[in-house]
């Protein structure tokens, strides 16, 4: 279980790297064109949180596997340790997910209350677009690891 879960959080961390530098090129590539305000405000939330995304991407893919290798090894030395080490943790960044989640929400909602009320394609609508854009994606991207942490996290509680 320990090494099925560190796999699919590294798997994760290069899909959230992927997602941040494709961001990142749209961004680039749309902002280069340099189109409308509506276009350059569009750019901004996708090249700032792909940036963003690249980087705990990057930081999850590069810990899993010496954080698997450790936990596995500690799990089989003394099961007791593992639980008393592993279930804080795990609280921890269940904990983060609810704040993350509510987080990507205020993101979702300020992008929508910005394209359904401003009128015209402006700055402030593009930048609306780009926010409900990245939030959407990233919502659904933390569905799934949370409920990858929360199966883990039972598991470390039966140990």
């Known amino acids: 279980m320990i090494q099925s879960y560190f796999q699919a959080e590294k798997i994760g961390g290069f899909v959230?790297?992927?997602?941040?530098?494709?961001?990142?090129?749209?961004?680039?590539?749309v902002l280069l064109k340099a189109g409308s305000p509506f276009y350059t405000g569009f750019c901004i939330p996708l090249t700032?949180?792909?940036f963003i995304q690249i980087m705990v991407g990057a930081t999850v893919a590069?810990?899993?596997?010496l954080q698997s290798e450790d936990l596995q090894k500690l799990v089989m030395?003394?099961?007791?340790?593992?639980?008393?080490l592993e279930s804080p943790r795990m609280a921890t960044v269940m904990q983060k997910f609810v704040t993350i989640k509510w987080v990507e929400l205020a993101?979702?909602?300020?992008?929508l209350a910005l394209v359904?009320?401003?009128p015209i394609d402006n700055f402030p609508r593009g930048l609306g677009a780009g926010l409900l854009v990245q939030g959407v994606i990233m919502l659904v991207f933390d569905f799934f690891a949370e409920k990858r942490g929360k199966t883990y996290a039972v598991f470390v509680k039966s140990q």
Request: glycine content about 10%; overall charge positive.
């Open 116 to 118: 359904l009320l401003i």
């Open 77 to 84: 030395i003394s099961p007791a340790e593992f639980r008393a």
């Open 48 to 50: 700032f949180i792909g």
């Open 107 to 111: 993101v979702i909602a300020v992008g």
């Open 62 to 65: 590069r810990r899993s596997d």
């Open 16 to 29: 959230a790297m992927a997602i941040g530098i494709a961001a990142c090129a749209v961004g680039a590539a």
